[in-house]
């Protein structure tokens, strides 16, 4: 039985843990000292040491769920959870156990299970939920995050009564590079953008790539008075316009790219994400016509006063 055991687990890829609960001590077979990165002959760890290894995000879930089923409040003990790898980095289990023996008052005595080690599986999850969510090129969060950080910003401007504002911006003449240059040298430029918006901009607010060459930021708390949401609006819109004219190099030689950028300032819920959309879609066409290389600010109606 031992034997077709110690086969099952290996072909399963897990390892065995089995411990006393009453002392605390831990045995583990081959496969669990293997995915910890301890060795056959370190000294035997307890369940306090086992516990602190545990992440810290991870520790109250994992005790709590522990806790339940040693209550006999669920028929198996079922987890993921990280612990510290001896080496250093963090390794995601997959723990399953279940209370073997209890005395004659129904207290714990013995507890068995499994780990298995689902590191990959988190990372590639990980690596889809951020195709998910962020544009592949920049990096940056793609039109379905954005739409989420934009509802966030107009909820909490609605409870703070403090404005926020929708900035889009769209690079002029970028058909003329990729046209010219190629598209790598189009990507180049559109990384190169990425980071600079970010740098103009705090980490409390959204810089997002909608596709091609726009751009959109969500930007929190620009105050509560007219004069001052405007003025805000406009100094942020000129950073940015600063920012962008600034020499990109691109291949063997500098090009200078400027941008077109319209604002449209919110408070709270007076206005939908659509309309926020429309109002600074508009705004950036009409710096467009003024000759690109420029902002229009619009604001709420109506705007929020002293």
């Given at each position: ?23 605390g001590a831990r045995r583990l077979n081959d496969r669990s000292l ?197 003025e805000r609006a406009n100094n942020l819109a000129e950073k940015v ?66």
């Amino acid at each position: 039985s031992a034997q077709q055991l110690d086969l099952a687990l290996h072909g399963a890829d897990l390892g065995l843990w089995d411990v006393e609960l009453a002392t605390g001590a831990r045995r583990l077979n081959d496969r669990s000292l293997e995915i910890s990165g301890n060795r056959p002959d370190d000294p035997p760890e307890d369940m306090t040491s086992w516990i602190e290894r545990i992440h810290p995000d991870d520790r109250e879930a994992a005790a709590q769920a522990r806790a339940a089923h040693q209550r006999g409040e669920t028929e198996a003990l079922i987890m993921e959870y990280r612990i510290r790898h001896r080496h250093g980095h963090w390794v995601w289990l997959h723990s399953r156990g279940k209370v073997t023996h209890r005395d004659k008052d129904g207290t714990p005595l013995r507890f068995i299970g499994t780990y298995q080690d689902i590191s990959e599986r988190k990372d590639a999850e990980a690596r889809i939920a951020e195709f998910a969510y962020h544009d592949s090129l920049t990096g940056l969060p793609n039109r379905r995050l954005l739409m989420d950080r934009l509802a966030q910003a107009q909820h909490a401007s609605a409870r703070s009564g403090k404005a926020g504002a929708l900035m889009f911006l769209d690079l002029d003449r970028f058909k003329w590079i990729n046209d010219t240059l190629g598209h790598d040298m189009g990507d180049v430029l559109l990384q190169e953008v990425a980071m600079r918006l970010q740098a103009c901009f705090r980490t409390t607010d959204t810089v997002a790539r909608m596709g091609g060459d726009e751009f959109v930021v969500v930007v929190q708390d620009l105050g509560d008075v007219d004069l001052q949401v405007k003025e805000r609006a406009n100094n942020l819109a000129e950073k940015v316009l600063g920012a962008m004219r600034e020499p990109v190099s691109l291949g063997e030689t500098q090009h200078t790219i400027t941008c077109s950028l319209g604002v449209a300032i919110f408070v709270g819920l007076e206005r939908t994400s659509a309309e926020l959309f429309k109002h600074a879609d508009s705004a950036m066409y009409r710096a467009k016509a003024l000759g690109r290389n420029t902002a229009c600010v619009e604001g709420p109606e109506p705007l929020a006063t002293e």
